[in-house]
């Protein structure tokens, strides 16, 4: 999943839910201000960071990790 993407399905799960980003950043412990940034695509954040929001939100994480060469 590109990082776009990522930033509007944690966005779009939370409007749905219809919660404010207030409420979110309470509910994750992540402060407002990052989470802020990283709706408007100006923020960087961690791993960590996406987690705690995801696991507020009821969204469950996979990442897959892809090799672009063969190992011999």
Known sequence: ????KLIQSLK???????V?????AELSGVG???LKQFESGK???TLSTVSKLAD?????LNFRVKSTKTIE
């Open 56 to 60: 507020a939100l009821g969204l469950e």
């Open 20 to 24: 404010t980003q207030e409420t979110l």
């Open 43 to 45: 923020g960087n954040p």
């Open 12 to 18: 779009e799960r939370r409007e749905m839910l219809q």
């Open 1 to 4: 999943m590109h990082f776009e």
């Open 32 to 34: 407002l201000r990052t």
